[in-house]
């Protein structure tokens, strides 16, 4: 991204201090940053005290095989064992782990963590009883219920490399995966609850397994009693199994680097890449980032990620980060408008829940269905919000820090990938004069940089694409099978930098703002620009709540900006008046050059399960293309609705 195109990016001057009696409290100080950055592995070795360690490391990082590390060579570790048993041999069992909270109302448990050990242990045994062992890996298919947590924590326990596949993902998802890492045993569901009705898993699992002979066992916890098609031999009810079980096993310590899980992100093209995470390290950057970022108190805090588990968020921030470091959390099954639109604050009200992480996709919606629902509830015991998965536009930044975090809660803009395992750039709250719309700098013992095209780094002001100059506890270890296409994907582009894919810019004081995938760039009359930047200009109207934008072919200009927009419930129905509005609008906020051609009105705008917007669907729209693969959309019915919306339009 050239500096031109973003000198006018956000002229945002607001600043929000972190609160007096935060700052004076916090887990993480200033002086962090000099520590780290004064002998960073020293930094490291330091965090992964704060982990059970079997075998002690004998080193900390070996980068001699770059870009394949390893980190705490030597040390012998058991996740679940650090996740769970210690917690209770310290005197901890009677502690709530997990608040979880079903999508029908009053179907809720609390499991604590002796609760959570027995359960793992017995899930563990029968897992060793189908004939699981170390390394084989099993595929876990399942509604956001404790039974999954147990049963990455079992996998775990055993050494058994899980990939979890996001409940909403079709039957060709799940084959492809199965077939990827050649998983033997998958576990799975009847169903879970989505708005209110119960929503089948087992049929798209048995409909997979026709194509994956080699899969020999399939353990199907019973959550919705609906009928499920049984396949004898091959099929296993969770309670006939797991709960029998003895309530005893004995961890195995494995190598620092013993596979952990394997977790599917999706290219802009080719198959999804399985991204490969370890045990050691990623313990360390998950739990010492959840402490850090989050300014968690371990015996005092209710902590809540409102993400799914299969994203790498569930992953890092519900299961082991949270669990490392002995929180307490909430777990919420299903939708934020079942049965109302006020179920997540009432959550919070319930639980006096400390601590929120959501994404801005979320946020967004919130501000869409309006501020007087939040404002009913009383979330005065939020004292850090966060977010995750996007760039937060300024004005959802804003509204959340007021509507949501009552004007007093430091908002976290945390930057990272399922690659990179653990957050990577991110305000601290005690320490982090915050900026809308900056993900600021990058955490203590972090290396990230902002290059141009030739792997310069771009001074303050200018923009370029993201880098992690050194390796870091969480980050990937390969692509699961496929050496070459990890070190294609992201160490060609620059020599010796991970390249992440996206584009960012450094501020005036040095600041970073994100501006999303580089492969969603524009390019208008020879001017590159973010679709982020024109995103958050949009947003930044009152009447609207949501907004896409892609560049699609244009005979006269290369490429032309095009903008889908959601409008807030209180704006109408959007006529052309409020279209004309809207382009001028951008003009005025960002200049003429990104005034976008079209602009069109949509109920909805196609997104993955983490919410993040897939723009190249929306530019197959643009560019009256047959709409591509849809297969990793949380609700695949929805680009009909836009192409029809585009017919009309006609
Ligand atoms: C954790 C997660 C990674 C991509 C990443 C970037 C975008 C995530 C962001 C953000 C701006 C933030 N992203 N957090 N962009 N600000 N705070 O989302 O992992 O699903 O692998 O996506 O998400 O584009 O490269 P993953």
Redesign the pocket.
Known sequence: MTSEAIDNLSREDRRFEPPADLAADANVKADAYETASADRLAFWEEQAKRLDWETPWEQVLDWSGAPFAKWFVGGRINAAYNCVDRHVEAGKGDKVAFHWVGEPEDDTRDITYAELKDEVCKAANALLELGVQSSDRVAIYMPMIPETVVAMLACARIGAPHTVVFGGFSSQALIDRIHDCDARVVITADGGYRRGEPAGLKPAVDTALEQCPDVRSVLVVRRTGQDVDWTEGRDVWWHELVDGQSAEHTPEAFDSEHPLYVMY?SGTTGKPKGILHTTGGYLVGTSYTHWAVFDLKPDTDVYWTAADIG???GHSYIVYGPLANGTTSVMYEGTPDTPHKGRWWEIISTYKVNILYCAPTAIRTFMKWGAEIPEKYDMSTLRVIG??????NPEAYVWYRETIGGGRCPVV???????TGQIM??PLPGVTAGKPGS?MTPLPGIEAKVVDDEGNPVGNGHGGYLVLTEPWPAMLRGIWNDDERFKETYWSRFKDMYF???GAKLDDDGDIW?L??VDDVMNVSGHRMSTTEIESALVSHPKVAEAAVVGANDPDTGQAVHAYVILRESAGDGGPEVVQELRDHVANEIGKIARPKSIMVVPELPK?R?G?IMRRLLRDVAENREVGDVTTLADTSIMDKISAGMQDAK
């Open positions: 992100t994203w790498v968020t977010s995750v998965g996007e760039p937060i803009d945390t930057w990272w990938q399922t690659e750039i991110s993900a992440a894919g996206d994100l999303g995938r993955t983490s993040k």
